[in-house]
C-alpha cells in the first residue's frame, strides 16, 4: 500500500538513490502465452494433429480440455469484476514494449498453459509438448530480442527426453534456464527418476527454476479440494509446491548428488523459507540417519536455492521484509520478479518500497539473477 | 480552486464511466444512479490505472444479517483495479479491503450541457 511507503519507505530514499530507471532489473518470471495453434507448426506427429483440433476452442484462462485442464477459475462461482485476471503476451514486441514501461532491462520467460504439463496423463504427448514450446520459445521469442531469455521446459514425464532436450539447448545463447514444472508433479522433484535432468542441466552449466500453479489434484500437494475459496488455495498452492519440492530435493540428496547444479525458485513468495531452514535443521537433530548423504545441516543446501521474490509479502512494516530475507540469508540469493503479466505480477516499484540497503537492493533487482543465470549485463552467457 | 470542463453531458452515459485528463491528472468520471463521481485515476496499492477497468461492477459482501453468507451488493457501485483487482466502493472512494485507506473524490457537476471537475481540496 501507498501508505506503507511515508512510513517504511522514506528513510532508505536519498538523493542519490539511483532511480528504477537506472537500476538493472533483471525479471527472473514473465510469461508468454503459447497457444496450441502456435505450437502445432512445432510439434512432432501425431500430437501436431492434436493441437490443431483444440486450436479453435474458446481461449479460458489457463484452461484449454487436452492441454491445461482443470483451471484454478474453474471451481468457484463466477462474480463480474473489473480485475483483468486474464492478461497474456502474444507476442515479443508487445513484452519487450510492456516490460519496458515497468524498467525491465532482462527477462527470463516461463508459458502460461504449460504451467500445467505435469498433469497431462499420456507421457509421449506431453514430452512432444514440451519439445515443441522449446523450439517455438527459441524460434519466435527469444531469438528475437536481446532482453527476452529462455528457460526450456523439461518434461517430468518423460526424464530422458527432458534430458535430451537440455543438451539440444545447452549452447543456445538465449537460454539461461532449465523450466521444471511443479503444478500436479508426481513423484516430486527429489526423485531419482529425475536424475538425468539434473545431470543434464548440471553439464550445461544451466540453472533448474522451479515454478508451479494452483491446481486441484489429489496429487501432494495438490489435494486442495478442501478449501472453499481460490484465496485459500491459491495462498497455498504455489508456496506448498515449492516447499514440498524443496523439502524433496534436499532429503533426497539432489542437492548433494549434483553440487554444481544451480537451483531457483519462483513465484512462491520468500517467508516460507526460514521455516524450512528452520524446521529441517530441527529435524536433522534426530534423523541424520535418514540423509546421511548430508554433510551439512539441511538449512546449508536451502539457503544455496535462489528465490524469486513475487508475489512479495505486503506485511504492514515493509521492513519485516528485509528481516525475513536475513533470516535465511538471502542477500545473495533473493531475485526480483514480476510475474508479468498475470493478475498477481509485481511491479519493481512494489519491491523498492522495501527498505533494503544499497548493496541488498541492487544485489536483489538485478546482480543475483545476473549469477545465477551466469549472464553479463547485456543477458549474454558467460 | 479550479473548474474544468471535461466534456458534455452525453459523453458520459449512465451506467459507464471514462478517464479524463484535468491539468496533467488522470481522473476517472463515473456515471452512477444519476450522479458524477471522480477518482484518481491510480490504485493505492502498486498504482496501477484503477478507473481504466471496464465496468463497474457489485460485489459480494456478508455480515451477521445475512447469516455471514454473502449477498451481491452495490450493484454498479464498484471498480476493481485491473492490476491486482483491489476494489473501491465508486461513491465514496472507500476502498473495501482495506477500509482505512479512502481516495479523494472530486466534485464533478453538470453546468448546462457541460460536465465540470473541481479541482482543489480534496473532498472527504
Redo the contacts between chains.
Sequence with gaps: ???DMAVDHQPARSARRTPLSDLLIVDTDVHVHESPGELAGYCDPPWDVALRTIADVPERYLDIPGFSPGGDGTLTAR???????TRMVHTPEQMVAELAAIDIDLAVLFPDHLLKLPVLPQADYAAALARAYNAWLVDRWTSRHRALLGAIAACPQDPADAAREIERYADEPSVVAVYLPCAGLDPLWGHRRYDPIYDAAQNAGLPVLLHSVTVTSPVFPFNNHGFDTELARHATSHTFAIMANIVSMVSTGVVVRFPELRIGVTEAGISWMPFVCNRLDKEYLERRREVPFLTERPSHYVKRIYVATQPIEEPERLRDIVALMELYDGEDTTMYASDWPH?????P??LDQVPFSADQRRKVFGENALALFGIDREGRRR | VTEVVVGRVADFPAGTHRVVDVEGRRIGIFHIGGRLYGLPNRCAHQGGPLCEGRRTTGTLVADAGSGWRPRWAMDGEVIACPWHGLEYHVPTGRCLAFPEIRLRRYEVTVRGEDVVVRLGAPSR
Aim: glycine residues 0%.
Design positions: 500500500m501507498i501508505r462474480f463480474p469484476t473489473s480485475h483483468e485476471a493478475h498477481d505480477f509485481d511491479h516499484m512494489k
